[in-house]
């Protein structure tokens, strides 16, 4: 077992894996961490696709347009942005809270009318989608240290084609999800070294952003 601090530290992006699969107990851990990173008004507008065959991988490996990790880890994540999930029935999502004594019965009420109120705002605006990914990117991070400590390696993927994703997991027909990342997931065949980051002071402000320089 590992602290966060050093799943923190020690944690390496990787893109090349060995053929060793991950176990089932293990990815279904994986997979339990990350469906408990939070979400805006608890709506758990995020899903993730898990892909272990080989066709499917194929599939992301031709969306990636042939990047290395779909084609060696044994384990790969689409995270799913679920842009109408304020819409649907949450009723489950109130009960699981009342029955933990976590939110009483007023609270729910007015917790609901408001997470609606707020959500039509978003739709508004245009920024559902918007939302959701960023849910969706904290499952994500969930993933990462988790897998760290479980011993795994990981990658977040850029570089892919939504509408090809969307085919490869069968949704290329709803407009209301929307593709947020794609991760590889497996053991490492190689070692990375960190790279090092900039001076804490270069990067993180007290109050206020810093002034542009003229």
Do not use: C
């Amino acid at each position: 077992m590992i602290s966060v601090t050093e799943a923190i530290r020690t944690r390496r992006t990787v893109r090349h894996y060995r053929p060793d699969p991950v176990p089932a107990a293990t990815l279904d851990t994986l997979l339990e961490l990350a469906m408990e990173a939070p979400s805006s008004w608890n709506l758990q507008d995020r899903s993730i696709v898990v892909i272990t065959d080989p066709a499917g991988r194929d599939g992301l490996t031709w969306a990636t347009d042939g990047q290395p990790q779909p084609q060696e880890a044994p384990v790969m994540l689409v995270f799913v942005a679920e842009t109408e999930a304020w819409q649907a029935d949450r009723s489950d999502v109130y009960e699981a809270a009342r029955r933990r004594g976590a939110w009483s019965e007023e609270f729910v009420t007015g917790f609901a009318a408001a997470a609606t109120e707020f959500q039509q705002g978003l739709a508004a605006h245009g920024l559902l989608r918007e939302y959701a990914v960023k849910d969706a990117m904290i499952a994500a991070t969930y993933v990462m240290l988790a897998a760290t400590e479980l011993g795994l390696s990981t990658s977040p993927m850029n570089g892919w084609d939504e509408a090809k994703v969307k085919q490869v997991i069968g949704i290329e027909d709803r407009p209301d999800l929307a593709v947020a990342l794609l991760m590889s997931v497996g053991y490492a065949a190689e070692q990375r070294i960190h790279p090092g980051r900039r001076a804490v002071d270069r990067t993180v402000f007290r109050d206020r952003y810093p002034a542009a320089n003229p």
